[in-house]
């Protein structure tokens, strides 16, 4: 079940872990599946899904992931990536994330009584 083409448009998933000596894996999913973010997760990966236009320019240097098997219980082939890569992508998830928190702060009205 390995991924053979891009759909134009299509919502990326990333996942960025390391593997049990400490090298840096990624890959990117162009489906969106509970099964694929179950053994990310599995394999101690974070899962990135619907994140802005500055990590997705970043993120799409990852390799494509690999599925092996079908239905609900699957496994992953995450390729090898450089550090640089995986220290980028992470550092711009966690800026925009702290973005979109101010933004919602932000938005709450304070008011005092």
Do not use: W
């Not at 599946?33 to 500055?54: F, G, H, K, Y």
């Not at 995450?78 to 550090?83: D, E, H, L, Q």
């Amino acid at each position: 079940m390995g991924q053979k083409g891009e759909p134009a448009g299509a919502d990326q998933v990333y996942v960025l872990g390391l593997d049990d000596n400490g090298n840096p894996r990624g890959a990117r999913f162009t489906v969106l599946r509970d099964s694929i973010v179950s053994a990310a997760i599995d394999m101690n990966c974070r899962v990135l899904i619907r994140q802005p236009p500055e990590v997705c320019a970043l993120a799409r240097k990852l390799p494509l992931g690999y599925v092996l098997g079908t239905g609900k219980i699957v496994r992953l082939l995450i390729p090898r990536i450089g550090y640089d890569l995986y220290r980028l992508i992470l550092e711009a998830s966690r800026i925009a994330a702290l973005q979109e928190k101010a933004s919602i702060v932000a938005a709450i009205p304070t008011t005092s009584h």
